[in-house]
Structure formats: structure tokens, C-alpha cells
């Protein structure tokens, strides 16, 4: 079983402006949705798939990277 990094979620939902809330939506939404559906078995998700995670991970990385600068 594979939990929800919920300080990741606060961490993304932190950076959300008007500008790239559409994107951290569909974000957000395709990485719960996978630790959801291996946690329900779901035929092809067998394995946690975890490309989702860290497609949201480096964002909010290159995110806080930018904002520095």
C-alpha cells in the first residue's frame, strides 16, 4: 500500500497562482489517482507507478528554485 504524501499535496497547493493552477490541478489529480488506483489493485496498476510523483516533485523543486532567483 502506497500513502498520500500530504505535505507534498500542501507544498503544490502553496504554489498554485492563476497562472499555473490548471497544471497543478492535473497534477495533483493524476498522482492521487495512481496511489489510488494501486491501492485498490487495479489491473494495470499492480506495481505503484511512481512517474506521477515525481513529475510533481520536480515542478514544486523548479518552482522554489524559481521563485529564488
Request: charge should be positive.
Given at each position: ?55 510533481l516533485?520536480?515542478?514544486i ?9
Amino acid at each position: 500500500m502506497v500513502q498520500l504524501d500530504h505535505r507534498l499535496l500542501h507544498e503544490a497547493r502553496r504554489l498554485m497562482t492563476g497562472a499555473n493552477v490548471h497544471r497543478l490541478k492535473e497534477m495533483i489529480f493524476v498522482y492521487v489517482q495512481a496511489v489510488q488506483l494501486h491501492n485498490c489493485n487495479w489491473p494495470s496498476h499492480h506495481e505503484y507507478q511512481p512517474e506521477h510523483d515525481v513529475r510533481l516533485r520536480r515542478y514544486i523543486m523548479e518552482e522554489r528554485i524559481t521563485c529564488r532567483s
